[in-house]
Structures are given as structure tokens and as C-alpha cells.
């Protein structure tokens, strides 16, 4: 078969894999704004959300669904007349803070608002009322900025995606060279792609410690201190990657000799290992580390980013080098070795997902009623397709005629690659994404929680209310316009009434948190449905008022 009569399907796939590509890079590039992807939640407090006590409290205890760490000057007390209550520096310990508080700061109503890490290290932030003796005008609290920065969230997903991509195009070459290539054929191609993959990997490492700053403290691109820089460099992300950066480094200087031509069994052994040790960098930063079985997490995320460096890497090899380079006798021994190789990365794969969904997601109703469960059901359907083609592939090898006629290889490979490429994005966002079993924290089922998106002719504004259930309620608003992008906000209203039981209209303090977004503390003492308003105004003459009924239990 001639160049000529391979250069157009050739072209065709490219194209194909190119656009998955840059399908998901625009996606991610041009996502709507959504909430921060708190990981942990805010279960309980002492005073509670919106209650009236006594007597000032001494301290303010705040209670959250795993532990969590400090974000310097982040955590504050506004007493009624707007001068900070909170006295010394909040102490830490494991799910628990606890914030010293002025007891003489007289009566009324109190703000705290709060941003801290998680375990698996994003953000999370709050705000919430509560009154001494008998309630007065909320204060606001000028110096709080909780805002996360959708150019920050945006950058820490690619980085995520660069970062898988950096690897696969790093193992792929050292794999196939170290074990597949033929002695005749030139390496200096797969080389200069392995590179590539290592400059890549090395470059998001590096931008995703210089995001870590921002995205935890809150603010711009470049609203970064030498201490909060400090602060990430200090935990387990700035540790992990770090190591992750050495042990690219310590690679370096073994791969060069690779390259250039077949390697001693130990500088293979010592490859191989350097490798694995760097795999495990990304969930031991990630949300395995915080999973309710760690060591099991975190083992299996490994294996699982293992498995589709290898798949991947090796597809990109096949598809872009050994398939057009090599001839008949050296396809024919390299095709089956492959062809194995691919079937046990895939059953890995297979095994390390199954493991992760079982922790990760928990309840069969939370892969529905969840964006994380909706993001891995939509990666098992894009999974399955690469399964097919696969597998398309695999027949094609087992009849022994892809040696002599690559093309209908080549071709799937590229489909593969194509749909892969959608697949890293899904989950690059995916590690951004609150775990299932998150949802199910507070209430202790995922299925109390209400959220709804409601439509006037000037904005639509998405409403959460957790747990809407009896007692304290967190309530979230995020107003967008008609083309889904963030709507800033003048001003935020919003009331309850249960008229069932009698219950008039109950105002609903509510904190802005960004331009497009505020928070809200609410206690509902009876069950019913109840009817909520809420009103936005958007400029000087524009507003309207949308309404909702929710069922509270």
C-alpha cells in the first residue's frame, strides 16, 4: 500500500483526534461559572445559623464534614455595629474551628464569614447570622473576600488536563521505545514527543502550585503573596508536587540515554519505579487522600492514571509512528504484544474505576442526583465507546491481517485518541468536582436537597437550599443571563412563608459572596410547602421577582 493511498484517511483522523481536542479545551475554556467546588460542608454550628441566644458567646464553633485548614485572615466576626468581634487566631483541630469571639460586644446581630481547605484541598467558604438578645440590621463586612475567580477555576481545570496530557505523551514513547521499537527505525521522532510530554507535565505542575494560591485564598490570577505561597508549599498539595517535579527531574537524566538507544535492565527497573512513585503525587492531592478509605483511594487512583498513560501513550505511538514506519515483519511482532498490553491496561482500568465509584459515589441515586455522578456516567459512555473501537482493534490484530493492511488499525486508533481526548477533559473536570458521598453529608441522604433554576425576562437565578429540611437551612443564588454567563447584582431579597400554618413572610438575610452570587442562612420550624421570593434587582430601574414552592420535611 502507497504513502498516497494512506495520506487522506490519515489526514481525516488527525483531524478527528485534533478536534476532540481542542472540543474540550474550548468546553472548559468557555464553561458557564458554577458554585466553587466546596469538597467538605459546614454540618453545624454553636451559636446556630440564624438563632437568637441570650448572652454573647465566648467562641464561635464551627463543625465541618471532614477536616480542614486555615486560610490566613480569612475567618472573621462582625459584631452589630460593624467593628470586628472575633479576638486571637482561630484554633484548628481536625473537623472543628473554633473562633474566639468579644462576649462584650453588645447586642444584635452578628456575621461570621469564613474560607478554608478541605482535606482534599479546595476552598470553602461561608457566611452566616446570628443574634444576640433580639435581632437588628445585619452588618457587612467590607474586608471578607470569598470570591473565587472563574479565570483561577478555569485555569486550575486546564492545568489538570495539560498535566494528563503531559504524562501520556511521556510514558507512551519511553514505554514503546524502552520495549517495542525497532532496532532499525530512527528515534529521534518518539523522543522529541516524549519531551514535549515531559515539558508539559513539568509546565502544569508548575501552574497548577502558582493557581493553588489564588484558588485557595481567593482572588485574580495574580493575587499571589510569598505567604500564601508559602502556606501551598507547606501542605500536602505543595509537598506533592514538589515531589512530583523531582522525580521528573531525577527522569530526565535516565530518559536521554533511552533515547538515543536500548537501556540496561536497571536503568529500566529504576524508570519504572521513578515512574510509579510520580503517579502517586495526584491522588495523594487530591480527593482519594480524603476518600473514607485512603490507602485503598489512593492506590487504585494510581493504578487507574497508570493504566491510561499506558493505553493512551501506546495508542499515540501506534497511531502517530509504528503504524506508518514500521513494515510487515515488524508489525506482525509488535501488533500482538500491544494488543495484550492494551487489554490489561483496559481491565485496569475497568477495575480501578469500579473501585473508585464504589467509594466515591456511595448510593446508586447519587450518580442521577449529583454533578459528580452525572460526570461519571457520562464517562462510562464515552469509556464504552473507546471499549468498542478497542475492541474493533483487538479483532483486527487477532485475524492477523493488520501487518499487511494498517490503515483500518491506524484509523481506529485515531478514534480512539479522538474520544479519549473528550475523556481527559471529563475528567479534569471531574477531580474539581464535589465527590457524591459530599451531598450526603449534612442530611445524611443526597435526596433532601433542593435546588432549582427559576426564569424572569431579565435573568435566571439558580437556587440551593440544603438540607431543605426542618431547622437550619443553608440557602445559595446564582443569577446568570439569558446566555448563561455570571450576572452581577445590585442588590438581593429574598422571603419564606408557610401560609398553611400561619406563617407570614419571613426575611431572609443574605450575604453577597461574588457579583453573581449570595449566601443565606434560614431556620424553617415547620414542615409544609413553603413559598419562597426572591427579588433582584440588577441596576438603578431593573428588577423582577421570581418565585418557587419547596417541600420541606
Do not use: C
Not at 428588577?543 to 420535611?553: F, N, Y
Amino acid at each position: 500500500m502507497t504513502a498516497a493511498t494512506l495520506r487522506p484517511p490519515r489526514r481525516l483522523a488527525r483531524l478527528g483526534a485534533l478536534a476532540g481536542l481542542l472540543v474540550t479545551v474550548v468546553a472548559l475554556l468557555l464553561a458557564p461559572a458554577t458554585p466553587a467546588s466546596a469538597h467538605a460542608v459546614l454540618v453545624s454550628s454553636s451559636p446556630a445559623a440564624s438563632a437568637v441566644v441570650p448572652s454573647a458567646p465566648s467562641e464561635v464553633v464551627l463543625t465541618f464534614s471532614e477536616p480542614v485548614r486555615k486560610v490566613a485572615g480569612k475567618i472573621r466576626v462582625i459584631a452589630p455595629d460593624g467593628a470586628r468581634a472575633d479576638r486571637g487566631e482561630p484554633s484548628f483541630s481536625d473537623t472543628v474551628v473554633t473562633i474566639p469571639v468579644d462576649p462584650s460586644a453588645g447586642r444584635g446581630t452578628y456575621l461570621i464569614s469564613y474560607r478554608v481547605i478541605s482535606a482534599d484541598n479546595h476552598p470553602i467558604s461561608g457566611a452566616f447570622t446570628w443574634s444576640v438578645g433580639a435581632p437588628s440590621t445585619p452588618p457587612t463586612d467590607s474586608g471578607s473576600d470569598t470570591r473565587a475567580d472563574p479565570v483561577v477555576e478555569t485555569g486550575v481545570k486546564v492545568a489538570k488536563y495539560l498535566g494528563y496530557a503531559g504524562l501520556l505523551l511521556l510514558v507512551g514513547p519511553a514505554l514503546v521505545l524502552g520495549a517495542l521499537w525497532p532496532r532499525r527505525l530512527d528515534r529521534r521522532g518518539p523522543a522529541r514527543l516524549a519531551w514535549v510530554g515531559l515539558g508539559v507535565l513539568a509546565f502544569a505542575t508548575l501552574a497548577e502550585l502558582w493557581l493553588q494560591v489564588p484558588y485557595t485564598a481567593g482572588g485574580g490570577l495574580f493575587d499571589v503573596t510569598g505567604a500564601g505561597f508559602g502556606d501551598v508549599l507547606g501542605g500536602t498539595y505543595g509537598t506533592t508536587h514538589l515531589v512530583r517535579l523531582g522525580l521528573l527531574a531525577a527522569a530526565a537524566f535516565l530518559l536521554r540515554p533511552l533515547f538515543a538507544g536500548p537501556v540496561g535492565r536497571t536503568d529500566a527497573i529504576i524508570l519504572a519505579v521513578l515512574g510509579g512513585a510520580a503517579l502517586f503525587t495526584w491522588p495523594l492531592a487530591g480527593h482519594p487522600a480524603a476518600s473514607p478509605a485512603p490507602a485503598v483511594s489512593v492506590v487504585v487512583d494510581a493504578v487507574h492514571l497508570g493504566s491510561m498513560a499506558v493505553w493512551l501513550g501506546g495508542l499515540v505511538m501506534l497511531g502517530g509512528f509504528l503504524l506508518r514506519l514500521a513494515d510487515e515483519r515488524e508489525l506482525g511482532a509488535i501488533l500482538p504484544v500491544w494488543s495484550r498490553w492494551a487489554a490489561l491496561s483496559v481491565a485496569a482500568l475497568l477495575l480501578a474505576g469500579t473501585v473508585q465509584a464504589l467509594i466515591e459515589v456511595a448510593t446508586p441515586s447519587a450518580l442521577v442526583d449529583t454533578t459528580y455522578g452525572r460526570l461519571v456516567l457520562a464517562k462510562i459512555a464515552l469509556f464504552a465507546l473507546v471499549i468498542g473501537v478497542a475492541a474493533y482493534s483487538r479483532a483486527l490484530v487477532r485475524r492477523r491481517t493488520a501487518a499487511a493492511h494498517p490503515a483500518p488499525v491506524r484509523r481506529a486508533v485515531w478514534v480512539e485518541l479522538a474520544i479519549t481526548a473528550v475523556v481527559l477533559g471529563a475528567t479534569a473536570t471531574l477531580v474539581q468536582t464535589p465527590p457524591a458521598r459530599s451531598a450526603a453529608e449534612v442530611a445524611g441522604t443526597p435526596d433532601t436537597f433542593f435546588t432549582t433554576t427559576l426564569s424572569s425576562p431579565i435573568y435566571s437565578l439558580q437556587v440551593e437550599l440544603d438540607p431543605a429540611g426542618r431547622g437550619n437551612n443553608s440557602m445559595h443564588l446564582y443569577a446568570y443571563t439569558s446566555d448563561n454567563r455570571p450576572q452581577p447584582v445590585a442588590e438581593w431579597k429574598a422571603t419564606a412563608a408557610l401560609p398553611s400554618a400561619g406563617i407570614e413572610p419571613i426575611d431572609i438575610p443574605l450575604l453577597p459572596l461574588t457579583d453573581n452570587h449570595a449566601s443565606g442562612e434560614i431556620n424553617l420550624p415547620a414542615s409544609g410547602e413553603w413559598q419562597f421570593r426572591f427579588t433582584v434587582r440588577i441596576s438603578d430601574i431593573d428588577q423582577a421577582t421570581v418565585s418557587a414552592t419547596v417541600p420541606i420535611r
